[in-house]
């Protein structure tokens, strides 16, 4: 699992965790007493993620500076502090460049419709995607969003997002999110959390959560952010949606922490609320199945269903947003 993880992080350009990661796969000593016989696919990013925690909160300072005996010597000063993070804190990234995709895909359906949006995001984090509509993007065609934003992107596409698309008119209605563990950037452990989760030295990174954090903190009403299981909750606020407005419920990279099982039962709340004929999309990434090894490039496919239409596919997403394939 250490192994895979390494290449994942060279991939991603964590040149630092795919170090420490590949060192950790032949000599997994030191994180034994942590992770114990855990080998879930994400265990790399919650180990890494709990270590960073320590050197942000200054208890392991040079934990991911001072190479493999700094990092060893860490995970054996604080196993009871780490194990804890590992067992319990769930990965907390909120990436809000992911919104380059989402931005022409909430497009597409308030072209289609007409109708304002009522967002419902499926593990949001902290929600800092919620407020998309408050960042700047440039496209190759053209603007959206907020031109004097703090936070802007220049949205690198393979597929160009079309000049009419970008032009279409939007209203969002109502912002709401379901997160096993929402997180309060308004707290001061809100915002630490959220950097544990990215990769040292990822300084962009780091500068776009900190830019988004400010724009969600002065936005004139923050999101709903819901605390609970969505698969579980999700079919209570489908069956109370609204006629006069499209009910979206959207996700980037959270269904993939889902059982088959659990996510099978997600889209069957959604084509049983779509049978009462009330309006309803679902925009979502997923992991291109046919992908077999790390050693390609990583990248979601975006899926978008406006009901009763099947659903299509209308991008492809690099992970982290880092460039788009628009299709439509
Ligand atoms: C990797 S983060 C992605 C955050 C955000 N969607 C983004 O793209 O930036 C995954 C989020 O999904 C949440 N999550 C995972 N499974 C969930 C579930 N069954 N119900 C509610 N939230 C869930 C986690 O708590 C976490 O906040």
Known sequence: MLRRQAEHFALLGSPVYARLAAQLAEDTTPARRIVGDDVSWDLGLRLFGAVHHHVLLGIAPNALSGGWDDFSAALAAHPVSLRRFVEEQGVQTNETQRCV????????????????????????????????????????????????ARLTFDA????????????APLEIRGRRGIDLAPIDVVTAEGPVLLHSFLWPGSTERAARLDAAIATFLEAPSRPELLQGDYVDLLPGLLAQR???????????????????????????????????????????????????SMDEESFWELELRLWP?????????????????WVG
Do not use: K
């Open 242 to 292: 609204s006629t006069d407005a499209l009910t979206v419920v959207f996700q980037t990279a959270s269904t993939g922490y889902l059982e088959q099982e659990r996510y099978n039962l997600l889209r069957a709340s959604l084509e049983v609320a779509a049978s009462d004929g009330r309006p309803l999309a679902w925009v979502s990434s997923r992991r291109r199945e046919e992908r077999e």
């Open 156 to 167: 690198i596409e393979r597929g160009r997002v079309p000049a009419g698309l970008l032009r």
């Open 309 to 325: 239409a099947p659903a299509r596919l209308v991008a492809l997403v690099d992970f982290h947003g880092n460039w788009i394939d």
């Open 101 to 148: 995709a989402l931005v022409p895909a909430f497009l597409t359906i308030a072209r289609a419709t007409g109708l304002p949006l009522d967002l419902i995001e499926l593990g949001p984090s902290a929600g800092l995607n919620l407020v998309f509509d408050r960042y700047g993007y440039r496209y190759a065609e053209g603007a959206f969003g907020d031109r004097s």
